[in-house]
């Protein structure tokens, strides 16, 4: 019995145990009001990857920002956390079956000793290299995974950048606002001076007032979608809101529009590499993993039986082998439910390759669009401002009222607002190229790694 105990030990030990992880909402409410853009494991995090955070006062650009969000936000903490749950079904694939061991003693009551003591075994032995398939399957799924997660990590950056480009839009109109209200209210000065000379009427007066209130009023919503942009990066960063209070930000490179993204090699390499294309080939190849793993199924597995018998004085043995017979079935049901399964698999990436190969194509025909309708609007603005100059110099001169100069300046603020929108758009356009693409010419492969390697730091 001390043996039994001993061996019964060894085979216990290297068993897993449970620990318990319960979650408080209050407790990770509480973590989640503590994070912050100073923190000192992201500065290790962002050092680790070659990225210096920012020093106090200093502006926080797209790329620091980017990896801000890879450290802290959720979501791409959830992607990899599946990704490393399909990662352990490859240990599940690659498990072998235990053999099992029976004690089967009987009482004989005719010839003394009574007891005969009797041991068999199982020994489960696989066939037709199942195994071998299931592991194939495995790997094939977690590569799917991975590339879930690649995806995941575009969302993130994409997010960071589209509410970085909000916040600039809602300060930069927010600031030519301000300038064209002065200007307006210029306008309104001196007619309301005019007026009381008699020379403009009431109704002249009236429609520049008009047009000044308007114009206060856009600035007061400029002020309100700030304050959401702000909002909206901090959900993007993964960070609560008075994480960025005093926080500077950089717009560098909101007003370049570059051109590599049109490149026909560009768009070629998106529609075989993107992160969804990838994703819905390794589906595949794990349904035709599967479906090779069915056909093998096919094929019964052996089952070695050796066993012992001590009867009364004598020593037996016995070797038994056991197989199931593939008389009622030959496992079609599930070949059948794998070569379906293979069929959509491979529809679902034909789908998922001609939706990229429409949005590239969308998303370049918008960008293009948006370039020249912002090279229109900036000729226009060119031709204001000169025509601006000129009224100023004839002011200067004498031979132009202060009214013309200061509507020529409302105008040119105006202008300026509508170069602004136009190039908030090609920006806008220019995300969704990105997007569609999803080239390392905007997010580089250390950034993915980065994303990758931060496996334990996400919620601190």
């Known amino acids: 019995m001390h043996r039994c105990l ?10 897993a145990t449970y620990q318990p992880r319960p979650i408080s909402p209050e407790k990770t409410a509480a973590e989640f009001d503590t994070r912050s853009l100073t923190n000192e494991d992201l500065r ?31 979501a791409l903490a959830e992607a990899r956390a599946h990704w490393a749950a399909v990662e352990a079904t490859k240990i599940t694939a690659g498990q072998r079956p235990n053999p099992t061991v029976g004690f089967t003693p009987t009482y004989d009551t005719t010839t003394p000793p009574p007891w005969i003591l009797g041991v068999t075994w199982d020994i489960p032995i696989e066939t037709a290299g ?27 950056r994409s997010h960071v950048r589209a509410a970085l480009l909000n916040l600039y839009a809602a300060r930069e109109t927010e600031s030519l606002l301000a300038r064209q209200e002065m200007a307006q209210s210029n306008v309104v000065r001196l007619l309301e001076g005019q007026l009381a000379a008699g020379a403009v009427s009431s109704y002249e007066v009236t429609q520049a007032r008009v047009t ?18 702000r909002v909206q990066l901090a959900g993007a960063l ?14 560098a490179g909101l007003d370049e529009f570059p051109k590599d993204l049109t490149a026909p090699e560009v768009r070629r390499d998106a529609i075989l590499d993107r992160a969804d294309v990838r994703g819905a080939l390794a589906d595949y190849a794990a349904s035709q993993s599967a479906l090779q793993l069915e056909i093998a199924r096919q094929y019964p597995d052996l089952h070695l039986g050796p066993g012992y018998e001590l009867d009364q004085t004598d ?37 998922i390759q001609t939706t990229a190969i429409a949005e590239i194509d969308s998303a370049l025909a918008g960008y293009n669009a948006a370039l020249q309708k912002s090279a229109t609007i900036k000729s226009l603005l060119e031709n204001m401002r000169k025509q601006m100059d000129s009224v100023r110099a004839r002011a200067q001169a004498g031979e132009a009222e202060p009214l013309a100069l200061a509507s020529a300046e409302a105008e040119y603020a105006a202008g300026s607002q509508s170069q602004l929108d136009a190039q908030i758009k090609v920006q806008g356009a220019l995300g969704q190229l990105e997007d569609a693409v999803q080239s390392p010419l905007t997010l580089p492969p250390e950034t993915i790694r980065a994303a990758q390697n931060n496996l334990s730091k996400t919620n601190k």
């Open 315 to 351: 020593n037996k043995w016995s070797l038994g082998v056991s197989l199931d017979l593939p008389i009622l079935n030959h496992n079609q049901g599930p070949v059948a439910e794998a070569e379906a399964n293979r069929a959509a698999a491979a529809a679902h990436f034909l789908t």
């Open 130 to 156: 199942k195994r071998g398939k299931r592991i194939a399957q495995a790997e094939h799924l977690s590569e799917a995974a991975k590339w879930d997660f690649v995806g995941a990590a575009w969302q993130v």
């Open 238 to 251: 993964g960070l609560p809101l008075q994480a960025l209070d005093g926080i500077e930000f950089s717009f």
């Open 6 to 15: 001993i061996i019964l030990s060894c085979l216990l030990a290297g068993c």
């Open 212 to 229: 000044l209130g308007t114009t206060r009023l856009a600035r007061q919503d400029a002020i309100g979608q700030s304050a959401q942009a």
């Open 44 to 74: 290790a995090f962002l050092e680790t990857n070659h990225v210096a955070l920012p020093a106090p006062g200093d502006a926080w650009d797209i790329k620091q920002l980017t990896l801000a969000a890879l450290y802290y936000q959720p």
